[in-house]
């Protein structure tokens, strides 16, 4: 197969949903359709139990599973899909937020009881902003559940763009009887279970209408009316705007039946896009120039998105997770580093093909590489064979939640300081380095990340901690048009100035008119509740 058809026949996507919602199922069913898997269940069996003793657990044993299953790679109808999947647990939607940037399309589930749920909600306005097309799929219908048209309008106003209805409804929980594939104008009848595969299910053509009205009466014929209005509604499906994140394909279906989940798996394939162009800067006479990488350019580039330390505490190595944006990878091609300029040596290097762990023998943009080293390598970090240039885009939020680190054991302080430098490169907590001097402090958007923080210290690098609350309650990046205000600004406000893992500097604010009254004092100073990886 020709280089380009490798990069053209890729789709990455993000699956995303409330806790709940169905997500670990609907993942197992596309890769049981793929063939990617042969037995159901075992996607589910390495899910967290639901009614684990303490939210710290939870968490080890997702952190458990994220390793295992957080990138899956199926073959189906000739093309490569990476299905990335995504955190449940609030506390951890900054790394939800960077595993969004590494992926070309998104994959929404919905509850069609719940409709859009809180979680969905801060999900799709990181879509939003970066304009990932969206797939929608409602779940459950076999449950009694919201009127299709309802739901409709809700995604709609929650998405603030238009649905287009793919596949429809006929009844719902008790009455279920099917759904109508609008595009290949044929009705599939459902039948609840577990084992059947997609073509065993019963299809009618929606031109036998006789046949339709008589079997399954006013289901039908209500279903009909309702899916007119709802595409008489809605504008027609237009491939450039859903690419554009101006409107999103909706699909019903119930995952525990394998119902209606073949069309999604087909539509990633149809619609969802290839591997699409991702933004650097490269210096030009020593001046920032913003560069397009292609996926179809020759050389290697990628950038780490997820940076996940290994389970086995006795080995201090982590896979640094990279999204290739273009060329190839083959074993044994020297990579660099661009922050450090130096050579990537990984001790191994996974891609996701199928459930086992093969050596990898080749992956194209799209592709996520996951390489195994000792260190060396931090989130955002760029990786390319050669060429010098930076991506763009990985956040960094502004953390809402402060903690002072108290070491219980002095002598332990080596190991503390290396356990933070490690935790905060792998994005698992910030961690800021007053200016003054003084005991460190972390920063989090969820409360969860402190007790995972505290836990891993002791268990990955033996230094118990106490965690002591501080007067702090915000943080901004702040930068500067030239040395000089900086200097000023930073004399000005010794006490609140600190470092964060990645040197950048922040003021700490101990109340949301801090920042007003600074900037006031220091209208020059440019303060950011953002912080991209540059
Ligand atoms: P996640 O938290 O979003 O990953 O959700 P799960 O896939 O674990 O599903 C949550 C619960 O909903 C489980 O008990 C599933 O068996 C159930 N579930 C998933 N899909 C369906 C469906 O289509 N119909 C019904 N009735 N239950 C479902």
Not at 40 to 65: C, F, L, P, Y
Not at 275 to 291: A, E, L
Not at 403 to 419: F, S, Y
Request: hydrophobic letters at 40%; charged letters at 25%.
């Amino acid at each position: 197969m020709s280089f380009l058809s490798e990069t053209r026949r890729r789709r990455t996507f993000a699956i995303i949903s409330h806790p709940d919602a169905g997500k670990t199922t609907l993942t197992e069913k596309l890769l049981l359709f793929s063939g990617a898997i042969q037995i159901a269940g075992s996607v589910k069996a390495r899910k967290a139990s639901r009614h684990a003793t303490s939210d710290w657990m939870e968490i080890e044993k997702q952190r458990g599973i994220s390793v295992a299953s957080s990138v899956m790679q199926m073959l189906y109808r000739d093309h490569v899909i990476n299905l990335l999947d995504t955190p449940g647990h609030k506390d951890f939607s900054e790394d939800t937020y960077r595993v969004l940037t590494a992926v070309d399309s998104a994959l929404m589930v919905i509850d069609a009881a719940n409709g859009v749920e809180a979680q969905t909600r801060r999900l799709i306005e990181v879509c939003r902003q970066r304009d990932t097309p969206i797939i929608t799929f409602v779940n459950k219908m076999d449950r009694e559940v919201r009127e299709p048209l309802d739901i409709l309008d809700e995604v709609e106003r929650e998405l603030g763009m238009p649905c287009v209805p793919m596949t429809w409804p006929v009844g719902q929980g008790k009455s279920f009887r099917g759904i109508m594939n609008l595009r290949t104008q044929t009705m599939t009848v459902f039948e609840s279970g577990s084992e059947r595969l997609p073509h065993d299910f019963e299809t009618i053509a929606l031109t036998e209408r006789d046949t339709l009205t008589k079997r399954f009466g006013a289901d039908f014929e209500s279903a009909m009316d309702s899916m007119e209005l709802a595409t008489g509604a809605s504008p027609t499906w237009d491939r450039e705007a859903f690419l554009a994140g101006r409107q999103t394909p909706v699909f019903f279906g119930s995952g525990v039946n394998n119902f209606g989940v073949m069309e999604v798996l087909d539509a990633l394939v149809d619609l969802a896009p290839s591997p699409q162009s991702r933004t650097s800067t490269t210096m030009v006479n020593r001046q920032p120039v913003v560069k397009e990488i292609q996926p179809e350019d020759k050389d290697f580039a990628g950038v780490v998105f997820k940076v996940q330390a290994n389970m086995d505490a006795n080995h201090r190595d982590r896979i640094a997770f990279v999204r290739m944006a273009s060329g190839k990878y083959t074993p044994g091609m020297k990579l660099k580093v661009q922050r450090t300029a130096k050579e990537l040596r990984p001790t191994s290097v996974v891609t996701f093909m199928s459930q086992r762990r093969e050596a990898v023998e080749e992956a194209y943009a799209g592709d996520i590489v996951g390489f195994t080293t000792h260190g060396g390598v931090q989130l955002g970090d760029t990786i390319t064979d050669g060429a010098s240039l930076q991506f763009t885009g990985l956040p960094f939020f502004a953390p809402e939640l402060f903690m002072t680190v108290i070491l219980k054991n002095p002598l332990r302080t080596k190991q503390l300081q290396q356990g933070l430098a490690q935790l905060g490169e792998e994005g698992a907590i910030q961690v800021f380095r007053p200016e003054i001097g003084g005991p460190m402090l972390l920063g989090a958007v969820g409360q969860l990340q402190f007790e995972v923080v505290q836990h891993r210290l002791k268990a990955e690098y033996d230094a118990d901690v106490r965690l002591e609350g501080c007067q702090y309650t915000g943080a901004r990046w702040i930068t500067a048009d030239s040395p000089a205000e900086l200097r000023e600004f930073v004399n000005a406000y010794p006490q609140r100035m600190a470092k964060d893992a990645a040197d950048t500097l922040a003021f700490l604010c101990t109340s949301p008119y801090d920042v007003r009254l600074a900037q006031e004092r220091f209208p020059k100073i440019h303060f950011h509740p953002l912080r991209e990886h540059a």
